[in-house]
């Protein structure tokens, strides 16, 4: 089983950054990647941004040149830079792990989502 428990939302103003942070915990043998996607209200969840294993990186197009994202293996833990925060951002983040863990087969796992809110 996989616990993917994330931190760093909240109420900031346009302009402004914020970190949002993941840490994946559980009997995992295998990420293939990992990520952030965003829901906001009454939208459909679409991905930010996610890093493979070796590294490579993609983002949204809206989110290009503001947002980085990262991982830190040894804790598999992944980041979200956000800066330049506008209010369209505003919605709930989930981290995402694509990744094998004992006993399943490889599958996708979700956590639980972080607020943030771009409003002035």
């Known amino acids: 089983q996989v616990q993917l428990v994330e931190s760093g939302g909240g109420l900031v103003q346009p302009g402004g950054s914020l970190r949002l942070s993941c840490a994946a915990s559980?009997?995992?043998?295998?990420?293939?990647?990992m990520g952030w996607y965003r829901q906001g209200p009454g939208k459909q969840r679409d991905v930010v941004a996610t890093?493979?294993?070796?590294?490579?990186?993609n983002y949204a197009d809206s989110v290009k040149g503001r947002f980085t994202i990262s991982r830190d293996h040894a804790k598999n833990t992944v980041y979200l830079q956000m800066n330049s925060l506008e209010p369209e951002d505003t919605a709930v983040y989930y981290c995402n792990l694509d990744g094998r863990a004992w006993p399943s087969t490889r599958r996708d796992y979700w956590g639980q989502g972080t607020q943030v809110t771009v409003s002035s």
């Open positions: 559980g009997s995992i043998f295998s990420i293939y990647a």
């Open positions: 890093i493979t294993k070796d590294g490579s990186t």
